[in-house]
C-alpha cells in the first residue's frame, strides 16, 4: 500500500509562482517514476511533467521553461516548481508515482489533488 500526500496548491495572479509537493509512503521498495497530472474542468487529465527513475525529465510543451519537477529521494519526495503561471494553468493538480513494492512490481498510485488557480 503506498500513500501520497500532496500540498502547495493555492490562488495566485498571473506571473506568480507556486511550488507542489508530494510525499510518498509505504512498503516502497524502489521508485520507478514520479510525476504530475493536471485537469481542468471540461477537460481531460494531461501529463504535465515527469522524472524517472535515473533522473530524466520531461514535460509538457507548454510548461517548458516555467515548470521544473524535481524529486528528495530521501524523503520520497517530488515537487513542482511552477513559475510565470498562467490562467489557462488553472486546474486540479495530481501526483502520481509507480513503485516497487516488496510484494508487487509497478504499483500506480494517485495523489488526492490539489487546486491551482491562477486569477488574470
Known amino acids: 500500500q503506498v500513500q501520497l500526500v500532496e500540498s502547495g496548491g493555492g490562488l495566485v495572479q498571473t506571473g506568480g509562482s507556486l511550488r507542489l509537493s508530494c510525499a510518498a509512503s509505504?512498503?516502497?521498495?524502489?521508485?520507478?517514476?514520479m510525476g504530475w497530472y493536471r485537469q481542468a474542468p471540461g477537460k481531460q487529465r494531461e501529463l504535465v511533467a515527469t522524472?524517472?527513475?535515473?533522473?530524466?525529465?520531461n514535460y509538457l510543451d507548454s510548461v517548458k521553461g516555467r515548470f521544473t519537477i524535481s524529486r528528495d529521494n530521501a524523503k520520497n519526495t517530488v515537487y513542482l516548481q511552477m513559475n510565470s503561471l498562467k490562467p489557462e494553468d488553472t486546474a486540479v493538480y495530481y501526483c502520481n508515482v509507480n513503485v516497487d513494492t516488496l510484494g508487487r512490481r509497478g504499483q500506480n498510485s494517485w495523489g488526492q489533488g490539489t487546486q491551482v488557480t491562477v486569477s488574470s
Open positions: 509505504g512498503s516502497i521498495f524502489r521508485i520507478n517514476a
Open positions: 522524472i524517472i527513475g535515473g533522473g530524466s525529465t
